[in-house]
């Protein structure tokens, strides 16, 4: 873990995002939610690990990755703009078939199902606007696969850079082809065609 | 719309799967809500129009499909178990890629945000079953998307015979072609190789 100059700052800026909360329960859920600073290499669950907790990203990048016949391949990208780190496996408490890693230095809100219950009986504001995220994030994510089913490779790529550019610049070429179900040797003839 | 012999029975048999709910509330939510029962071949939603309502399918089946180059693709089935129809364009009330068509007769329930914001606040429970059935849809909508960009076409097919076998009698081969992303020739060729 290391230390983050500003966690509480940036944990009350993400919650002055929802108007549903007033100053008062802001610097309340302040002292209740629990914000990790864990470093650029933390691995936050393990392949064959039940995952303890669940995460949204403040800040920072967490990749999600798994290893068919012996290839790492990257599944997810969670950054403050994709930030439910969750799964069926965190849910139902079974073994993770994948890795979470932190690629960079992150600032993450760390739940678990009794602090949720906890939060969400003192704090009943806190279900609608977890309801809320995850009405988005599921939207989202349907969008993103009836995208992925409907797209070309060289399409998928361009919608991409269209949406998520920022993470072309903070992580390498073989991990996004690889997220874009492709090669990194089509990736880069893609990308050539592209700017040619 | 059809008659449907119990669409009142069907609701509740819904609602006794949610151990929050009592059967005082669960009486009192039958009616308060609404359950249309549209025959086969009704478009809910077509292309270029606002989705008005969102649905949950208690029986059933829902396709979503679009045009692309000329040609219908398929980008999801919504069933009794994977039952949330709703997409961005519904909640920012946006124009509609898709289409969402009845491949059989109906039973959903329907709502909108007005409905639901009354709902919520009359029964507070409401959130925390919708809350946990978001949960669950995204977290699935997740691994179904990790699943696509790991999987062959054939290994997909395989998953998809495991996981939702039940479609493959409700619908034609070349939507669950399509709905796994490969023609209807390289699907037919899939499923020669892997019963000789």
Known sequence: MTQNPSPRKQLIEFLCGF??????????????????????????????????????VLKGLV???????????????????HGIVSSRHYTEQTLSPFFLECMEDCLLIAGNMEIDEANYREFPELREITRHMLEQDLNRSKEDHARFILSSPADRYVHFMET????????????????????AESLSRIRKRIIS
Chains 1, 2 share one sequence.
């Open 19 to 56: 108007p549903a909360l007033n100053e008062v329960l802001i610097s309340k859920l302040v002292e209740m939610i629990p914000v990790i600073a864990p470093a650029r290499g933390t691995i936050l669950v393990r392949e064959g690990e039940v995952p303890a907790d669940c995460y949204f």
């Open 63 to 81: 990749r999600q990755y798994q290893f068919i016949d012996g290839n790492e391949r990257t599944t997810e990208f969670y950054t403050e703009t």
């Open 164 to 183: 998520r550019k920022d993470l072309s610049n903070r992580v390498p070429l073989h991990q996004i082809a690889s997220y874009l179900g492709m090669t």
